[in-house]
């Protein structure tokens, strides 16, 4: 199934929260008619409202897609609400962190097809990466349909295994906040050195954010990039002496932290 076929089945939205936000806005972009698309969302913004989906209307009975948008603390309360889709032709696709596969296929039946996701925010400006993978009866056409939808608001790429979602989780799926924090501090570090707040934010902003662009763009590696722009002896390469010390730096730092959110995702889906 690709988007057309969605588009004249239809698409069930669980959730439209923020990221339930990002991906609908990216499918309307990419020609889904709002039409076809069902959300089932207590707490609707205007722009939900006045985007001509069918919201809290009830759903079609058979969609293409069911897309899992809550967060994993409300899945439990949230599937019986597509219970009698499961066992069907209808496609399951999760966004959701630690809410196993398998969970899925007791509360929906053992032979729903289910594809987990885990995007991370910057779809909601068309810059995601999400990692995917499925069940057997999902099957190669159920992760084309997922990719085509979750391509639509960035990168996809396929997992080995359900085993590699939480890794995902821990470097892309939380990854934002990371760098939301490294600007954070960087803008904190430029106030202690006698910058104003305002202009110490505006510089840590502009770095990441353009550093990430020509990180983007630049066919070289991450690694080649930062010895381009350090000169030896120079400012940067003392900074880099501090920052990838390998007790207190950031190599040590980012693995604890990304095993933390790993190990986080594991028990919720314990």
Known sequence: MALETVARD???LLGCGKMGTALLTGWLEAGVPAAS???IEPNPTDWLRASGVHLNEGIP?????ALLAVKP????????????????????????AGTSIATFEAALGDKTPIVRTMPNTPAMVGRG?????????????????ARALMAAV????????EHQIDAVTGV??????????LIEAMAAGGVAQG??????????RATVCGAGELAWRSPETAAQLRINVTSPGGTTAAALAVLMDETAGFPPLLTRAIKAAADRGRELGA
Request: contains cysteine.
């Open 154 to 161: 960035g990168e996809v790429v396929e997992l080995d295994g």
């Open 195 to 204: 910058l104003s707040p305002e202009v110490a934010m505006k510089l840590a």
């Open 129 to 145: 990466i999400t990692g995917i993978c499925a069940n057997t009866f999902a099957g190669a056409e159920g992760l084309a349909t």
């Open 61 to 65: 009975a058979a969609p293409a897609v």
């Open 37 to 39: 698309v069902w959300v």
């Open 10 to 12: 239809g698409l069930v």
């Open 172 to 181: 892309s799926g939380s990854g934002p906040a990371y760098v939301f924090h």
């Open 73 to 96: 603390q409300m899945m439990g309360a949230a599937l019986p609400a597509l219970q009698a889709l499961g066992n069907g032709r209808t496609l399951f696709v999760s966004i959701a």
